[in-house]
């Protein structure tokens, strides 16, 4: 079989990942993150990925999308060119408007994750004088 740093540089990052018993982020996924008034909508490319493979969770100004890509199944002798990223990516994004975490919805649709994340209603009213 012919050397392949790749496939070489795979396996050492498998095992470094196995020997601290964690997953370090592997690649990161495109993103798109738009602000409207009463919302943020973020876009995130995940071609290849299932529901069961991303996790999205929200607390305080936070939001935090991770998951993994599984590699394939098979390796090959040589990779004529290797751009896809495997393995575990998390990403973080943080707001500077309270969010309304009991109402952001997600989909998963044609490879592309869209997370809808709705601003928390400012609190108003009115202080009478005594």
């Known amino acids: 079989m012919a050397w392949d740093p790749t496939r070489?540089?795979?396996?050492?990052?498998?095992?470094?990942?196995n020997l601290f018993g964690r997953c370090?982020?592997?690649?990161?996924?495109?993103?798109?993150?738009a602000e409207f008034a009463d919302r943020y909508v973020l876009s995130m490319e995940l071609p290849g990925l299932r529901r069961d493979d991303v996790t999205i969770e929200v607390q305080d100004h936070t939001l935090r999308v991770h998951g993994q890509r599984r590699n394939q199944p098979t390796c090959p002798d040589r990779y004529l060119q290797f751009e896809r990223g495997y393995g575990a990516?998390?990403?973080a994004f943080?707001?500077?408007t309270p969010v309304d975490?009991?109402?952001v919805s997600a989909d998963l649709s044609d490879g592309v994750l869209t997370v809808v994340v709705p601003k928390a209603e400012a609190l108003h009213r009115q202080i009478d004088i005594a």
């Open 8 to 17: 070489d540089l795979l396996a050492m990052q498998e095992r470094l990942e």
């Open 89 to 91: 990516f998390a990403r």
């Open 94 to 96: 943080q707001f500077n």
């Open 101 to 103: 975490a009991e109402r």
């Open 24 to 33: 370090t982020p592997g690649w990161m996924p495109a993103v798109d993150l």
